[in-house]
C-alpha cells in the first residue's frame, strides 16, 4: 500500500514557475514508478510526466521543455518544476504510482488527492 500526499499547488501568472511535491509513505517508494497527471474542468485526466525508478522520464509533448519531473528516494518524493506556465494548463493535478512504466492513467495504482495550479492570463 502507498500513500501519496501533492502540495505546492497554487496560483501564479503566466510565465510563472511552481513545483509540486508529491510524499509517499511506505518503504516501497523506490520500486515504483511515479507519474503526475492533470485533470482541467470537463476534461479527462490526461498524462503529465513519469520517471522510472532509475530516474528516466518521459513527457507529453504540451509539456516538453517546460516541466521537469525527478525524485528523491531517499525522502520518498516525487517533484514535478513547472515552468513556462500557461492558462491552458490550469488543472488539478495528480501524482500517482504504478510498478511498470505507463502513460495511462488506468495503469496507476495508487493515487493522490491532487492539488490546483491556476495560471492566470
Known amino acids: 500500500q502507498v500513500q501519496l500526499v501533492e502540495s505546492g499547488g497554487g496560483l501564479v501568472q503566466a510565465g510563472g514557475s511552481l513545483r509540486l511535491s508529491c510524499a509517499a509513505s511506505?518503504?516501497?517508494?523506490?520500486?515504483?514508478?511515479m507519474g503526475w497527471f492533470r485533470q482541467a474542468p470537463g476534461k479527462e485526466r490526461e498524462f503529465v510526466a513519469a520517471i522510472s525508478r532509475y530516474g528516466g522520464s518521459t513527457y507529453a509533448e504540451s509539456v516538453k521543455g517546460r516541466f521537469t519531473i525527478s525524485r528523491d528516494n531517499a525522502k520518498n518524493t516525487v517533484y514535478l518544476q513547472m515552468n513556462s506556465l500557461k492558462p491552458e494548463d490550469t488543472a488539478v493535478y495528480y501524482c500517482?504510482?504504478?510498478?511498470?512504466?505507463?502513460?495511462?492513467?488506468?495503469?496507476?495504482?495508487?493515487w493522490g488527492q491532487g492539488t490546483q495550479v491556476t495560471v492566470s492570463s
Open positions: 511506505g518503504r516501497t517508494f523506490s520500486s515504483y514508478v
Open positions: 500517482a504510482a504504478v510498478r511498470t512504466l505507463s502513460t495511462t492513467s488506468r495503469a496507476y495504482d495508487y
